[in-house]
């Protein structure tokens, strides 16, 4: 749901980065990429332009690590898995399910759910295997 607004270079930038990343990137990430192709950039900047992305629907928060706001493009109702120990982000796959669960709440409570935000938290594979490979070498 974009809203039509001046062209700018460094905005079409930070959308573009942003979609093109799987790593549900923070302000300070886009800004440190962007920052080589644009020294000007200021990270006021890039973080004005997350907020009027989020405001006109375009993007969405998927979740606070550590303080930080982590960013999503992909703004359909689906889940998060959070590492707690190196703070990933990443998205799983849950799409199709929450329809039936929309509906029993609508049932059970007669409260229409429009959006929904689900988070897990745990250790990711990545963590799992370097603590693992870690046990093994001592």
Avoid at 55 to 74: H, L, P, Q, S
């Amino acid at each position: 749901m974009e809203t039509a607004r001046k062209t700018s270079k460094k905005r079409d930038a930070i959308l573009d980065l942003l979609r093109s990343s799987s790593e549900h990137p923070t302000a300070e990430w886009l800004y440190s990429r962007l920052k080589i192709e644009y020294p000007d950039l200021s990270l006021g900047t890039v973080y004005r332009n997350l907020s009027m992305f989020r405001k006109d629907g375009t993007i969405t928060v998927a979740a606070t690590v550590d303080g930080n706001e982590r960013f999503d493009w992909n703004i359909e109702p689906h889940a998060h898995f959070i590492c707690e120990t190196c703070g990933k982000v990443v998205d799983v796959g849950m799409q199709g399910r929450q329809e039936s669960v929309y509906e029993a709440i609508r049932q059970n409570t007669g409260h229409v759910v429009n959006w929904h935000s689900l988070n897990f938290f745990g250790e990711c594979s990545d963590c799992i295997f370097t603590k693992s490979v870690r046990l093994h070498q001592d």
